[in-house]
Each structure stands twice: as structure tokens, then as C-alpha cells.
């Protein structure tokens, strides 16, 4: 039977943005009409959009991520490359300063593909507009859900000053980190979510300049990452479509710089090296200067709610948002999407119950929790963060700083480190006890060498 004829029922998304374009892909397999609801523009245009402030800045795609979104959307890099993605090992092409100590570079099996978030919504944008049971509703919020009865049958809308509502058969809220998902749920009689929060008080700033050519044999990324804590300023040089690059500098607990050159040019300076500043000053801006302040990771535990409505789900930063230092964001809102591809079935079957609802929920929660541990643990490295980190994590501090020493140096430590890093099968060696033995014996016979010398 074609698959047309089984498609049945309409979905709503809340959000137009990744999350959204993602869960509506999936959703357009087995739902007969499939609305996207967006507050803003759609990205019809490869520029940042007034609702989604972050892709003034840098957004690198992990592994993971990467194999999640080509599942979705078959050849969805090569489109990104057509459209003038640069493609990056992420040792042999990227000069990379990790805590102190510059990286060897050796070729590996790990490609990233730079360019700006916003080409990355855009060609989303134009699969999904291809789907003929998908329609994007640009300029609409969503103010509430519809409810009876435990379970949800649509949003309550507003269109310039026009309320309204659509009613369907399943509602997939995607709309973001202020997501009001959980007011949302209060109103129609839930009790709160409970929440959890990493206040790492992060600050960005971002500019695009003209790609300087003489750089071109030497790297295609130049990355500071610093020493934390005592060093707490990270910086970027990342190719952009265009021949251009994206200059991104930020981090934790700092005095951040204010959208005027002198600050931006200063604040690159204080990075642990002075190299991407010595290039920046010689590239011509083509851009303003764009900053973005948040005060860390946010996550809503949906899954501990003791009760969930029918028909309702949250999917992507509305669930968790990450510190985006770490580069998480995109890869969890792919791979929670690639969960829904796999729970459709059961879900129709099932007719959106509250039980597959909250399953699913959990198994959102699940994906986000190893990540969310990760970087949340990376900032517990900061005494702002309060209280004393305990031992078993100033030992795993310890040891992490060994990685990143051992890396700069060795082939097979620094790929354990780029899969455990890009979520990437296979990331989970860094813990295993060979790894372990390997790293220390790496790390005991470098001091010695350097000791020799
Ligand atoms: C500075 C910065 C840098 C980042 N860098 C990276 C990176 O390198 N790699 C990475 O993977 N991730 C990165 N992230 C995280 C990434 O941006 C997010 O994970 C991702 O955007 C989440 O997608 P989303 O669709 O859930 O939310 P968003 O992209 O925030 O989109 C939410 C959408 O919902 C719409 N919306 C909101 N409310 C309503 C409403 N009531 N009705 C209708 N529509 C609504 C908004 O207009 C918007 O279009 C970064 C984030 C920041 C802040």
C-alpha cells in the first residue's frame, strides 16, 4: 500500500525552527496534514531571524547529529556543501588550542560541516516546504492548548489581532528555551514541572568577516578552547558560506564584551592566545557585532510529571537547553526527532494515549541526560557555581584536563576525545579502564619527556 494512503489525522508544531522542522518531517511520514505554527518569519531568507537570536552565532552540528539529520533528510549535507559548507577533519583541518596546549593534527574519520545556522534552517526550511501535507503558518502565536477530558485537542492562536484555534490530533510543542509548555500544563489543570538549572552565566559575541585566502593551507578552523577555570574565554574562526568567516568569542562568568569593535577586539585579545585576534584585525567586518547573554543550562523534567495529557508532547530546547559552549543543542533536538520517527507507529496505534505521551517523554529525558551531565559537569569547574565539587568529580576533572594534555599529542586519545565530544558512537571510551591506563601512561611518559628536555 503506498505510504499515502495510510497517512491519516492532523498534527500541530509549535515553532518553525529546528526542533519544529525536524518533528514535522517526522510527523508528515503518517499524519495526512501536518501544521507548522511560527511567531516569526520562516527562513526563507539565509538570515538570522528576529525569533531565533543565536544563529548570529556560531552552530556547529555534531557527529551524531549530522547522521540523525542525513536519516531524516537523505543528502542533506551534500545540499549544505552545494550551498558552500566547508567540510572540516576536526584534527587535520582545525588549529586548535585546547587548555593551553596546541593540538597535533592527524586525519581522522570525523568531519564537521561549517556554516551559519541560518543556511542550516533555510535548506530545512525548503525539504519540509517540500512535502506536500506540511503547511508552515508564518506570523502565529500560540497562546494556550485546547483540552478535555486528559488530553489535548488543539492551540488557542493569535494572527496580528485575531484569536483563534486549530484543533488537531496531535500537538508537538517546539518553540524553544522560553518554551511555555509548562504554564501551558498548569492551566489546563497539570501540576508544575520540575526543573533543573546550571547557572553558568554565559555571554557570546559574534561578527562575519571576508575569509582572508592566505589562511587557506594552514586551516580551515582556528579554535582557542581554555584551560578552565582559570581561564574562561573561548574564541572561534569558523568558515561561513560566502566565503566568509564567522568570528565567535565568548564564555563563562566574564565581563562581556558590548557590541562596539573596541570591546569585541579587546575581548578577543584576553583569549589564551593571541592568534585569532592577530588575524581578525586584518579581516574586513561584514557584520555588526551581535551578543547573546544566558544564564545557563535549563532543563524541564516533563518525564517526573505524575500526570501527562493524551496527544501532547515537547520535543527539542523547550525540554533542554544546553550550555551552548558545548555545541549539544541541534545533535539532542535530531536525535529526540529520530526517537519520534521510531515511536510513530506505536503512537497512532495507540492514539496519542497519555501513557506512549509520557513514554516518549522519558525517552526524551533520557537522550538529554548523558549530555546535560557532561556539561554540566564541565561547569561545575567554576567556584561561582557554588558549593564544593564533590570527589569523585574533582577526580573526573582531573582526569579530563589528562585528556585534553594527552590529546594535544596522541592519535587515538584525541579521537576517544572527539567522539565522546560529538556524541558519536564509540563516545563512551574515555571512561573504560584501558582508556584509562592509556592515559595515564601517556600522560606520566610526556612529563617525563618534557622533563628530559
Ligand atoms: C549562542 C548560542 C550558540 C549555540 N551554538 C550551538 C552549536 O554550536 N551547536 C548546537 O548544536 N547548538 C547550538 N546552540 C543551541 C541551538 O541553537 C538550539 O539547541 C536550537 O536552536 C533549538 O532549536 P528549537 O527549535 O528547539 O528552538 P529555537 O531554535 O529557539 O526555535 C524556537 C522557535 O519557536 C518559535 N516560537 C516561540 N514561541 C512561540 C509561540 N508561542 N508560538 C509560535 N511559535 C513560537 C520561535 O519563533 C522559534 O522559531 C546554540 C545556542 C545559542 C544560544
Not at 512535502?131 to 488543539?154: C, E, F, R, W
Not at 500537538?171 to 546550571?198: C, F, H, K, N
Request: proline share 6%; glycine share 8%; hydrophobic share 40%.
Amino acid at each position: 500500500m503506498p505510504a499515502e494512503a495510510v497517512r491519516k489525522g492532523r498534527a500541530i508544531v509549535i515553532g518553525g525552527s529546528f526542533a519544529g522542522a525536524l518533528a514535522a518531517r517526522v510527523l508528515a511520514d503518517k499524519y495526512e496534514q501536518v501544521f507548522i505554527v511560527e511567531r516569526g518569519d520562516p527562513p526563507e531568507k539565509v538570515l538570522p531571524r528576529r525569533n531565533v537570536p543565536q544563529a548570529h552565532h556560531v552552530h556547529l552540528l555534531l557527529q551524531r547529529g549530522k547522521l540523525a539529520i542525513d536519516r531524516l533528510f537523505p543528502g542533506f549535507f551534500s545540499e549544505l556543501e552545494q550551498l558552500g559548507a566547508t567540510v572540516a577533519d576536526l584534527s587535520r583541518d582545525i588549529r586548535w588550542l585546547h587548555c593551553d596546549i596546541w593540538k597535533e593534527r592527524f586525519s581522522t574519520d570525523i568531519f564537521a560541516h561549517y556554516c551559519s545556522r541560518s543556511l542550516i534552517d533555510h535548506v530545512i526550511w525548503r525539504r519540509i516546504c517540500a512535502l506536500s501535507n506540511i503547511t508552515y503558518i508564518p506570523h502565529t502565536k500560540v497562546t494556550g492548548l485546547v483540552a478535555k477530558n486528559g488530553a489535548v485537542d488543539g492551540v488557542q492562536c493569535i494572527t496580528g489581532d485575531r484569536h483563534h484555534s486549530l484543533m488537531g490530533d496531535l500537538v508537538v510543542e517546539a518553540s524553544g528555551r522560553g518554551s511555555q509548555a509548562a504554564l501551558w500544563l498548569s492551566e489546563i489543570g497539570y501540576p508544575d514541572t520540575p526543573m533543573s538549572t546550571v547557572k553558568a552565566s554565559l555571554g557570546y559575541a559574534s561578527r562575519i568577516y571576508r575569509r582572508l585566502p592566505e589562511f587557506a593551507e594552514e586551516w580551515k578552523v582556528l579554535l582557542i578552547f581554555p584551560r578552565l577555570p582559570a581561564s574562561r574565554r573561548m574564541g572561534v574562526i569558523s568558515p561561513i558560506e560566502g566565503d566568509r568567516w564567522m568570528v565567535t568569542t565568548g564564555g563563562w562568568f566574564d565581563a562581556f564584551p558590548n557590541p562596539v569593535e573596541d570591546e569585541f577586539l579587546n575581548y578577543l585579545h584576553g583569549l589564551p592566545s593571541r592568534e585569532i585576534y592577530d588575524v581578525v584585525r586584518r579581516a574586513e567586518p561584514l557584520s555588526d557585532i551581535a551578543t547573546y547573554r544566558m544564564p545557563g543550562g535549563l532543563r524541564r523534567h516533563f518525564e517526573q510529571m505524575p500526570s501527562w495529557p493524551a496527544r501532547f508532547l515537547v520535543i527539542g530546547d523547550a525540554v533542554c537547553s544546553f550550555n551552548p559552549l558545548y555545541s549539544q543543542g541541534l545533535t539532542i533536538c535530531a536525535m529526540e526527532a529520530e526517537f519520534l520517527l521510531s515511536s510513530l507507529d506505536r503512537l497512532l496505534a495507540d492514539k496519542g494515549s497519555s501513557r506512549i505521551c509520557q513514554e516518549i517523554m522519558s525517552a526524551f529525558s533520557h537522550i538529554v541526560e548523558q549530555p546535560w551531565e557532561q556539561a554540566k559537569n564541565e561547569d561545575m569547574r567554576f567556584p561561582e557555581m557554588g558549593g564544593s565539587p564533590s570527589f569523585a568529580l574533582q577526580v573526573r576533572h582531573w582526569y579530563m584536563t589528562k585528556i585534553a594534555e594527552v590529546s594535544a599529542h596522541h592519535r587515538g586519545t584525541l579521537v576517544a576525545l572527539l567522539r565522546a565530544i560529538n556524541l558519536a558512537e564509540g563516545g563512551n571510551q574515555l571512561f573504560k579502564p584501558h582508556m584509562i591506563a592509556r592515559v595515564l601512561g601517556l600522560s606520566l611518559q610526556q612529563k617525563m619527556v618534557k622533563m628530559w628536555r
